[in-house]
């Protein structure tokens, strides 16, 4: 039997090794097929992946430009509309609720003189961003101002800062509330991009609704000048002490960053509030420490005199 098959092995090989190098063939033929499919699909592949990188980075580079600035927060939002509501139709007991404390004669009379000239703030909108602590925010409050006798509604961003209460109730802190910690953090943020990015849409958008309303224009224009004429009135009494001041100039001038306004020339004195960068103020007087005296328009629409160091401001324009 073995011998009958060794006999054919003999008598076929040459059919058989060239059935074995057929076979051979065949298999170095499909693995060669699936390489180089394996080779396009990958080149496809990565075309494909370098094009998805290119837009993720693109899309974390907005991401970074936006940073945490979150719009309409329901809560947030809701609050602040039921603040500027209540401060527009002058609601104390709605605004001691919002803010868990009691306004006194002076808080009042505050809230009665500002923005006088406002009948309404409408189309409320709320940018927020965390605050110091969990729960809190910094917040950047986009309101229209009907304002009286004008038909053109003027845009206006104002700044909050909320945070929860023992009870876990969000309540608005006060600006003279503000501990040191609160106006250093909503002073960082004033400088963020986005935020920043924010106020100048803000601006952009209020010079355009002037440029086609001389009314508003002639408003704004008014507003911003108030502090002037109260600088004048300064140096013509004589109040000034010009052997303090120093060749820096005065008048209206603009903050070249964020900033804060203090009681006092000094970093230790009482703080006054905070000028965003581009903020307009009248400098009264420049003292040779560093340190210029000021005086500007608050957002309640209330002149505040303080000190800001002289660095920080320049040319207008």
Request: charged share 25%; with cysteine.
């Amino acid at each position: 039997m073995l011998d009958d098959i060794r006999e054919w092995i003999s008598d076929n090989l040459r059919y058989i090794l060239l059935g074995l190098a057929i076979i051979l063939l065949i298999i170095i033929a499909f693995f060669a097929v699936r390489l180089v499919t394996h080779i396009g699909s990958s080149g496809s592949k990565n075309k494909v992946q370098q094009e998805t990188e290119a837009q993720t980075e693109q899309s974390t580079d907005a991401d970074t430009v936006t940073e945490s600035l979150v719009k309409d927060q329901e809560d947030v939002l809701a609050i602040a509309t039921s603040y500027w509501t209540a401060i527009g139709s002058q609601d104390f007991d709605t605004l001691e609720a919002l803010c868990g404390k009691t306004f006194d004669e002076d808080a009042r009379a505050t809230v009665e003189a500002m923005d006088v000239a406002v009948e309404s703030y409408d189309d409320i909108m709320t940018y927020s961003k965390s605050g110091l602590t969990d729960g809190s925010f910094v917040v950047y409050v986009y309101m229209e101002l009907k304002l009286t006798g004008i038909e053109t509604e003027a845009p206006t961003l104002r700044q909050m800062y909320m945070q929860p209460d023992t009870d876990g109730d969000l309540l608005v802190v006060q600006t003279e509330d503000y501990t040191s910690e609160i106006s250093a953090y909503v002073l960082e943020r004033q400088e963020d991009s986005d935020v920043q990015a924010l106020i100048q849409d803000v601006s952009d958008t209020l010079e355009e609704r002037c440029a086609s309303d001389d009314d508003l224009k002639t408003y704004i224009e008014s507003r911003t000048t108030t502090s002037s004429s109260s600088s004048e009135d300064t140096d013509e009494e004589g109040d000034s002490d010009d052997s303090s001041s120093s060749d820096a100039a005065t008048g209206t001038m603009q903050t070249n960053t964020g900033v804060n306004v203090r009681s006092e020339a000094s970093a230790d004195s009482t703080l006054l509030g905070t000028l965003v960068a581009g903020s307009q103020v009248e400098v009264l007087e420049n003292l040779d420490d560093g340190w210029s005296r000021i005086t500007y328009l608050d957002s309640n629409g209330s002149t505040v005199e303080g000190y800001v160091m002289t660095q920080y401001l320049s040319s207008v324009g």
